[in-house]
């Protein structure tokens, strides 16, 4: 049976707030797992960019001893072509632990908030959530 205007207007509310927070975790496990995996790519290319003549040139001592301008050129280079390879590394890693953890299977349908009768299912196998139904042949990749 469908929901009063006051009521369906709160259930609304609650389930956009937790598909917030759920596309909120979502992005924080992203920004983590790609800051990681790309670290090595950002140190490369920002000691290049920080040693180069042309670019910021400091006057740390391993940029005068040890990095001229071909070596910092060298540098900056390496780091966008092993950018590449690391992207999908982190995108790999980022898919199978998003899959594991079954976080795109925890965003409500708003459907909840219109009728009565929709159920929130308890957390299985290990998963923070599920959805409506509880259809364990659900999956988010095929």
């Given at each position: 049976?469908?929901?009063?205007?006051?009521?369906?207007?709160?259930?609304?509310?609650?389930?956009?707030?937790?598909?917030c927070l759920v596309?909120?975790?979502?992005?924080?496990?992203?920004?983590?797992?790609?800051?990681?995996?790309?670290?090595?790519?950002?140190?490369?290319?920002?000691?290049?960019?920080?040693?180069?003549?042309?670019?910021?040139?400091?006057?740390?001592?391993?940029?005068?001893?040890?990095?001229?301008?071909?070596?910092?050129?060298?540098?900056?280079?390496?780091?966008?072509?092993?950018?590449?390879?690391?992207?999908?590394?982190?995108?790999?890693?980022?898919?199978?632990?998003?899959?594991?953890?079954?976080?795109?299977?925890?965003?409500?349908?708003?459907?909840l908030a219109l009728?009565?009768?929709?159920?929130?299912?308890?957390?299985?196998?290990?998963?923070?959530?599920?959805?409506?139904?509880?259809?364990?042949?659900?999956?988010?990749?095929?």
């Open positions: 049976e469908p929901r009063s205007p006051w009521c369906c207007l709160a259930w609304t509310l609650v389930i956009g707030t937790m598909n596309f909120l975790l979502n992005l924080l496990l992203m920004f983590v797992i790609f800051t990681i995996v790309l670290l090595p790519t950002i140190v490369v290319v920002y000691f290049g960019f920080q040693c180069h003549s042309q670019v910021l040139h400091s006057s740390a001592r391993y940029c005068k001893s040890i990095l001229d301008d071909n070596s910092s050129s060298a540098l900056i280079i390496l780091g966008f072509v092993i950018m590449s390879p690391l992207l999908v590394v982190a995108m790999a890693i980022y898919c199978s632990l998003a899959r594991r953890l079954q976080l795109l299977v925890c965003f409500q349908p708003y459907s009728y009565k009768g929709g159920r929130w299912c308890h957390p299985r196998e290990g998963a923070p959530c599920c959805a409506r139904g509880c259809n364990t042949q659900l999956k988010a990749w095929v």
